[in-house]
Each structure stands twice: as structure tokens, then as C-alpha cells.
């Protein structure tokens, strides 16, 4: 039987931090950081100014029998602050900002329904601002973001941006997360 694969294309914040989530989810194929919703051939230097229109996100490849694309916005939500527009924490501007590209109209139909119930259920009376728009491409970023919170666990910002959002995760999807023999 043959595993039938799903993407996601998720932006919450700096995709270091999405991508290491995502990556300790089960059913999660691969993740992969890059860029989508800005025009032209995008560049991490470029991208960075936030003037290009693209978002840091994340590709993830997964397979729905094992884990829903509800789940992962389930996920997505709680990992990153959807109340904030083109911000998370210290990381400041449209390239930060919480975004959903949906690959086809029944992704689009999940993340209005998983959105409409943050909002019904907020006690603060918040509003989630994550857009929503159609996936019309990906780019993959560069090589040295690819793994970037395996490859650098002890840098500063991954020790007090990337592991708090990791334990978070962990304590609240214990049963969505990978076992050691997956």
C-alpha cells in the first residue's frame, strides 16, 4: 500500500522555530524552511527587509492517515502568537507574519473552521489576523537554514526562542509526537 503524501506550507514567526515543531510531529514526512506569497525569485537578504512580500515558512510533507491537517494547525496555533500581526516576539515585519497557504479549497475550509473556533473560544476576546491565501509557490531557503535548530542547538536563540516553543509542544501534543522508533 502506498502512503498518499499532503502538503502543508505553514508561516508562524522565523521558520528555525516551525521547522524544529513540525520536524517532532508523527506522520511528519519532512519539513523543509523557505518562502512563499512575495513575487520574483526570493533571497534570504532580500526577504529579510520585509519589503518583498514573502513570509518565512515551512513545507511540510505529511501523511494524513497518520496525522490531519487539523492537527497541524492545531499545532501551528499553539506555537506561535496568531493574535499578532507581522510579529513574533522580538522577530519584527511582514516576513514574520502568521499565514496559512492553503493548497486547495478543503485546506482552506479547515484552517476558516479551525480559525473561527480560536475565535469563539478566545476568553480575551482576541482575534486571530493569520492570513489566509491560495499556495501559488514555495521557495526552498537556503541550505544553512535547512536544519538549523539540529545544527545549532547551543546558539543563543535557539536555547531561548526555539526550546521553549519545542517544551511547549511537548507537554501539549505529547500525543501527536514521534516515538523513538519512528
Not at 515543531?21 to 533571497?43: D, N
Request: aromatic residues 10%.
Amino acid at each position: 500500500m502506498t502512503k498518499q503524501i499532503e502538503t502543508a506550507v505553514l508561516g508562524g514567526g522565523c521558520f528555525w522555530c516551525t521547522e524544529a515543531v513540525f520536524k517532532m510531529l508523527r506522520g511528519v514526512e519532512s519539513v523543509l524552511p523557505g518562502y512563499a506569497g512575495g513575487k520574483g525569485k526570493p533571497a534570504y537578504e532580500g526577504v529579510s527587509t520585509g519589503t518583498t512580500g514573502y513570509a518565512e515558512v515551512v513545507q511540510i510533507m505529511f501523511d494524513p492517515k497518520i496525522i490531519s491537517f487539523e492537527d497541524l494547525l492545531t499545532v501551528f496555533f499553539a506555537s506561535h502568537d496568531p493574535s499578532t500581526l507581522n510579529r513574533q516576539g522580538n522577530d519584527v515585519g511582514t516576513q514574520y507574519r502568521s499565514v496559512i497557504f492553503f493548497a486547495n479549497e478543503t485546506q482552506k475550509a479547515v484552517a476558516q473552521k479551525v480559525i473561527a473556533e480560536i475565535n469563539a473560544s478566545s476568553p480575551e476576546g482576541t482575534t486571530v489576523v493569520t492570513q489566509l491565501e491560495p499556495l501559488t509557490e514555495f521557495y526552498k531557503a537556503e541550505d544553512y537554514h535547512v536544519d538549523y535548530y539540529a545544527n545549532n542547538r547551543n546558539q543563543p536563540y535557539c536555547e531561548l526562542v526555539i526550546n521553549p516553543k519545542l517544551e511547549k509542544v511537548q507537554q501539549k501534543f505529547a500525543d501527536l509526537l514521534k516515538t523513538h522508533e519512528q
